[in-house]
T-cell receptor, first 113, second 110 residues
Framework: NAGVTQTPKFQVLKTGQSMTLQCAQD?????MYWYRQDPGMGLRLIYY???????DKGEVPNGYNVSRLNKREFSLRLESAAPSQTSVYFC????????????FGSGTQLSVL | SQQGEEDPQALSIQEGENATMNCSYK?????LQWYRQNSGRGLVHLIL?????REKHSGRLRVTLDTSKKSSSLLITASRAADTASYFC??????????FGAGTTVTVRA
């Protein structure tokens, strides 16, 4: 039972490069989330997907795009990475309405030089 | 910006002591949740309290909720070294948008 799987675990980018962070869950959850966490801070919501086929902006969406590829997968794309996007990124999922617990992946540590 | 505040930001206690942390929020809520994060790991759900509940227990955890003051507290009793972690409150600001507080870092000294 893998839960929420994020790849990669670590990534170093140069300013201006692009990349996609992958997230997949095997719990048949309907809602998925992307958060970023900066040192000493809590989590800030980037984007979320309430259900397959829908995505919505969170608190800090600028510089990011997302795709809810299917019920299992929710990817986060940085089109032109900036040093301000250096952070730890967490994907999470929940079966909103059935179970209120959010399940988290183990995170992706991203450095933009 | 985050919609909630937690205090204290950091807490250092001796093993066996109790740890109390507080969370304030700004919106109406149906429930409030607490999560724990061990260093460098993803968050783990600890406990949920619904808006019609005032207090809830789970093992050594006790959560209170005061909707009139828009605040919640988490008490960890008889702390252990393994309780060293960051603790976050979380609540829905709309049906699906789950927002987190800034967290309280708890260090339990042996």
């Amino acid at each position: 039972n893998a839960g929420v799987t994020q790849t990669p675990k670590f990534q170093v980018l140069k300013t201006g490069q692009s990349m996609t962070l992958q997230c997949a869950q095997d719990m048949n959850h309907n809602s998925m989330y992307w958060y970023r966490q900066d040192p000493g801070m809590g989590l800030r919501l980037i984007y979320y997907s309430a259900s397959e086929g829908t995505t919505d902006k969170g608190e800090v969406p600028n510089g990011y795009n997302v795709s809810r590829l299917n019920k299992r997968e929710f990817s986060l794309r940085l089109e032109s990475a900036a040093p301000s996007q250096t952070s730890v990124y967490f994907c999470a999922s929940i079966n909103r309405g059935a179970d209120e617990k959010l399940f988290f992946g183990s995170g992706t540590q991203l450095s933009v030089l | 910006s985050q919609q909630g505040e937690e205090d204290p930001q950091a807490l250092s206690i001796q093993e066996g002591e109790n740890a109390t942390m507080n969370c304030s929020y700004k919106t109406s809520i149906n429930n409030l949740q607490w999560y724990r994060q061990n260093s460098g790991r993803g968050l783990v759900h600890l406990i949920l309290i619904r808006s019609n509940e005032r207090e809830k227990h789970s093992g050594r955890l006790r959560v209170t909720l005061d909707t009139s003051k828009k605040s919640s507290s988490l008490l960890i009793t008889a702390s252990r070294a393994a309780d060293t972690a960051s603790y976050f409150c979380a609540y829905y600001s709309n049906d699906y948008k789950l927002s987190f507080g800034a967290g309280t870092t708890v260090t339990v000294r042996a």
